[in-house]
């Protein structure tokens, strides 16, 4: 089993910054892939980004790349969403999801969630 908690949402303008953790525990931390999605009110959840366990290799959705990073850090058993040139589009809980499948994007655990919100 795996137990996730996300942390470093908050209040940004557009074109602002804001950086993600995720802490894991439970299963080794390198053993299973995760990745970040994304809920918007009224939307459904969508998949934003994703990181091989090794994190050698990254996914991301269309309309972050070249503006969001992910990334991990085995030492610290945490995944990171660096957010460049956020837009008032990037409005949403974002949530941590862990065991995940890259091919299907289905994952096994997930946390509480983190607001980001962007103001225009």
């Known amino acids: 089993q795996v137990h996730v908690v996300e942390s470093g949402g908050g209040l940004v303008q557009a074109g602002g910054s804001l950086r993600l953790s995720c802490v894991a525990s439970?299963?080794?931390?390198?053993?299973?892939?995760m990745g970040w999605f994304r809920q918007a009110p009224g939307k459904e959840r969508e998949f934003v980004a994703a990181?091989?366990?090794?994190?050698?290799?990254?996914y991301y959705t269309d309309s972050v790349k070249g503006r969001f990073t992910i990334s991990r850090d085995k030492a610290k058993n945490t995944m990171y969403l660096q957010m460049n040139s956020l837009k008032p589009e990037d409005t949403a809980v974002y949530y941590c999801a862990a065991e995940l499948n890259i091919e299907t994007k289905e994952y096994d655990y997930w946390g509480q969630g983190t607001q980001v919100t962007v103001s225009s």
């Open positions: 439970g299963r080794t931390f390198s053993s299973y892939a």
């Open positions: 990181i091989a366990r090794s994190g050698g290799t990254t």
